[in-house]
């Protein structure tokens, strides 16, 4: 009987041998999984670090090149409101021009006197 329990423990004992080696090979495998994972989230890592200078770089330029626009938009305005106030003029000058022909008989009579008739007598 003793010799059965033996052979029951033997073939218990390689039951577990066996299962004992699976669990190794698992092991080594989630080991490999463990390393593969931790150099893909290094590279994912750095590839997000690059990513966040390139931003930081876009936002600078973005920044840069709304100044120049704001700055370029204030030029046209300032010029447009020039030629605006240039237009306004001309048409006053040209108002004043047409009024003035226009009228010119009213300015003529007021800035030179009508001319008084002189009667030359014989005495």
Do not use: Y
């Not at 423990?9 to 041998?17: C, P, Y």
């Not at 106030?85 to 009228?103: A, D, E, N």
């Amino acid at each position: 009987m003793d010799e059965v329990k033996i052979a029951v423990l033997e073939q218990k004992l390689e039951d577990v041998n066996s299962v004992v080696l699976r669990i190794d090979a698992a092991i080594e495998k989630l080991s490999e999984v463990n390393t593969t994972v931790s150099r893909m989230l290094a590279v994912h890592e750095e590839r997000i670090t690059k990513q966040e200078k390139i931003d930081e770089l876009l936002f600078a330029k973005i920044d840069k090149l709304r100044d120049k626009m704001d700055l370029d938009h204030d030029i046209v305005l300032s010029r447009i409101s020039g030629l605006e106030k240039k237009v306004w003029i001309g048409m006053g000058i040209i108002l004043c021009l047409s009024f003035v022909f226009r009228t010119g008989n009213i300015f003529s009579n007021i800035l030179t006197p009508a001319p008084q008739e002189v009667i030359v007598r014989d005495s």
